[in-house]
Nanobody
């Protein structure tokens, strides 16, 4: 059973930075698209960023230029570098592994942006 474990969340002031990490217990080979999603209270879960096995990325418009997704297949890790954080970035952030219709989710890590 594959598991994804997120870490790196916390409380940060507006304008600050955080780096989220996602560790996979199973395979993270290039066939999988890895993504970060987030869900704020009362909102649906939304895509933040994703990266294909050959490094092609796409981002939600709201985070373009501020967030960067990366992956290390050998170490089975995925990262989300978040800069210039805003209060509206506050949410639970989830790591996702996708292959076709198959999705694996982590348990989530809370990110709170507040002064």
């Amino acid at each position: 059973q594959v598991q994804l474990v997120e870490s790196g969340g916390g409380l940060v002031q507006p304008g600050g930075s955080l780096r989220l990490s996602c560790a996979a217990s199973g395979s993270l080979c290039s066939i999988y698209v890895m993504g970060w999603y987030r869900q704020a209270p009362g909102n649906q879960r939304e895509l933040v960023a994703r990266i294909t096995g050959n490094g092609i990325t796409n981002y939600a418009d709201s985070v373009k230029g501020r967030f960067t997704i990366s992956r290390d297949n050998a170490k089975k890790m995925v990262f989300l570098q978040m800069n210039s954080l805003k209060p509206e970035d506050t949410a639970v952030y989830y790591c996702n592994r996708n292959f076709g219709s198959n999705d694996i989710w982590g348990q989530g890590t809370q990110v709170t942006v507040s002064s």
